[in-house]
C-alpha cells in the first residue's frame, strides 16, 4: 500500500522564520505534489515535481520553493513565513500519466504561523 | 485553462436518504475526472475515477458517478447514506496533456441520524 508521511502533523512558527515541510512516499512515484487546503477555497497546487531536480509552479507559487534531491522526498519551504501561511498542507504522490495513477495524500500539515 | 465547481459547501441529510453532489468542470482539452474523499483529521483518499468507457462509474462503498459530456459533469450520487459517509468531498479534474489534478472547493456531507 502506497504511503505518504508528511513529518509534522501540527506547526506553529513566527512571522519571518524560515519553515521546512517534508514529504516523504515509498511506492518509486515520479510525481510529487504540493497543495495547501483552505475553507471554501478547496486545494490549490503549490509547485509540482515530475522528477529528481525538475519542478513546476502551480497555481499560488508565491512565497514558496520547493526541493527534491531525491526520488522520493519533496520539500516545501517557507522562505519568510507571514500569516497569510497559515493553513493546512497537503502532499501527494503519483505515478506519471502513462499509468493513470490516481494521487496519493500524506494526512496533512497544520501549520499556524503567528 | 480548466476549472471545477462544486455549488454545494455543505450538504445535510438523514440517514438512509438518498444524495447528489454536484461537480460541473470546463476545459478546452479533454480530462480524467475523480471524486475524492477526506475524512476528518486525514488526507484525500480517492472515491472514484472516469478514464474511459462506460460512463457510469461506481465506488466499493456505493457511490457512483456519471460523465455526462454535454454537460460537464460529474455528479456523484449515493442512494442510500450512513453515519460513516459524514466527510468532505472533492471533485477533480485531470486533463489528459499534464499530470496535475485541478481541485472543487469541496463539498461537505452532514449525515445525521
Known amino acids: 500500500d502506497v504511503k505518504v508521511t508528511q513529518s509534522s502533523r501540527y506547526l506553529v512558527k513566527r512571522t519571518g522564520e524560515k519553515v521546512f515541510l517534508e514529504c516523504v512516499q515509498d511506492?518509486?512515484?515520479?510525481?510529487m505534489f504540493w497543495y495547501r487546503q483552505d475553507p471554501g477555497l478547496g486545494l490549490r497546487l503549490i509547485y509540482f515535481?515530475?522528477?529528481?531536480?525538475?519542478?513546476e509552479k502551480g497555481d499560488i507559487p508565491e512565497g514558496y520553493s520547493v526541493s527534491r534531491e531525491k526520488k522520493e522526498r519533496f520539500s516545501l519551504i517557507l522562505e519568510s513565513a507571514s500569516t497569510n501561511q497559515t493553513s493546512m498542507y497537503l502532499c501527494?504522490?503519483?505515478?506519471?500519466?502513462?499509468?493513470?495513477?490516481?494521487?496519493?495524500f500524506g494526512n496533512g500539515t497544520r501549520l499556524t504561523v503567528t | 485553462a480548466q476549472s471545477v465547481t462544486q455549488l454545494d459547501s455543505q450538504v445535510p441529510v438523514f440517514e438512509e436518504a438518498p444524495v447528489e453532489l454536484r461537480c460541473n468542470y470546463s476545459?478546452?482539452?479533454?480530462?480524467?475526472l475523480f471524486w475524492y474523499v477526506q475524512y476528518p483529521n486525514q488526507g484525500l483518499q480517492l472515491l472514484l475515477k472516469?478514464?474511459?468507457?462506460?460512463?457510469l462509474v461506481e465506488s466499493i462503498n456505493g457511490f457512483e458517478a456519471e460523465f455526462n459530456k454535454s454537460q460537464t459533469s460529474f455528479h456523484l450520487r449515493k442512494p442510500s447514506v450512513h453515519i460513516s459517509d459524514t466527510a468532505e468531498y472533492f471533485c477533480?479534474?485531470?486533463?489528459?496533456?499534464?499530470?496535475?489534478?485541478?481541485f472543487g472547493t469541496g463539498t461537505r456531507l452532514q449525515v445525521f441520524p
Open positions: 515535481s515530475y522528477d529528481v531536480k525538475m519542478k
Open positions: 511506492m518509486d512515484h515520479e510525481n
Open positions: 477533480a479534474v485531470r486533463p489528459l496533456n499534464t499530470d496535475k489534478l485541478i
Open positions: 472516469y478514464l474511459s468507457g462506460s460512463t
Open positions: 501527494a504522490s503519483s505515478r506519471m500519466s502513462s499509468y493513470n495513477s490516481p494521487l496519493h
Open positions: 476545459s478546452s482539452v479533454s480530462v480524467y
